[in-house]
Nanobody
């Protein structure tokens, strides 16, 4: 059984920062890439960022490049999303995700967390 549990969401003013965490468990996560998606109200879920098992490969959506940074700690099977210079348009439910490779994660995922709300006020 694979479990992904997000934390760190909340309310922040525009220009502020938040750090999301995702704790992963389950034997099938060995060597998996992990990443983040988000879904704003009334919109489709969209890719945000992904990172390979070694951390040597990353991918970002154009809308967050230069503002968000993804990282991971494999000892604890944890992935992080540092979000800086937040904008109201970043308001969404953020989902942790996992799959076999970064390239796969840019379009979808086999495993999902329950999501954590991020709200950016103007």
């Amino acid at each position: 059984q694979v479990q992904l549990v997000e934390s760190g969401g909340g309310l922040v003013q525009a220009g502020g920062s938040l750090r999301l965490s995702c704790a992963a468990s389950g034997r099938t996560l060995s060597s998996s890439a992990m990443g983040w998606f988000r879904q704003a109200k009334g919109k489709d879920r969209e890719f945000v960022a992904a990172i390979s098992w070694t951390g040597g490969a990353t991918a970002y959506a154009n809308s967050v490049k230069g503002r968000f940074t993804i990282s991971r700690e494999n000892a604890g099977n944890t992935v992080y999303l540092q979000m800086n210079s937040l904008e109201p348009e970043d308001t969404a439910v953020y989902y942790c995700a996992a799959d076999r490779a970064v390239g796969v994660l840019t379009t979808g995922a086999s495993y999902w967390g329950q999501g954590t709300q991020v709200t950016v006020s103007s």
